[in-house]
């Protein structure tokens, strides 16, 4: 038996991804035997985050300033746009550090049984950065599924006529998979992208 509060922050922990009850539980437990150093410190970066926390005007990252440190980035390509669904997903990208250019964010992807249409996510916007000049490059960085497709087809299609190359990732085998515990799409990808031995 736990006081409201506790419950109250065990529910809270156990609704972010990736923390069920038990884990959610493991949590508080390791809060409240440090809450002298480890409380005091998780509650002012929440309040920080909660106090500084902003999506960036021109890419839809989130950061604490406007436009965010990737845009403000000089290093970064200026010609070059990785597309991505989810701030999840550029934030993945940008941590393996391949991709040397900009970034947009949809903010989801086209969803007919979810009711999210074009007008739910940020392509208007994205045809008016590509619009404006000086992108050469569109990488559309969507997930494999039959909804990440569609948005892929559908940006590429909205691009079409300005001139600029729009490419897709690759999708096939990961490095170091076997066989056998792939899935049928991911196979079919795999072979239908079969190119010459080197």
Known sequence: ?????IDALTAALARLPGLGPRSARRAVLHLIKRRESALPQLVAALQAVERNLMTCGV????DTADPCAICRDPRRDPAALC????????????RARLFGGRYHVLGGRLSALDGIGPADLAIDSLVAR????????????MNATLEGATTMHYVAERLAGFGVAVMQLAHGLPVGGEL??????TLALALRARRRVE
Do not use: F, Q, R
């Open 1 to 5: 038996m736990s006081s409201p509060e």
């Open 180 to 185: 056998d515990y792939l899935d049928e799409g």
């Open 83 to 94: 597309v991505v669904e989810e701030v999840a997903d550029l934030w993945a990208l940008d």
């Open 130 to 141: 590509v619009a404006g000049g000086g992108i050469t490059e569109v990488v559309l960085a």
């Open 59 to 62: 890419c839809g990252n989130i």
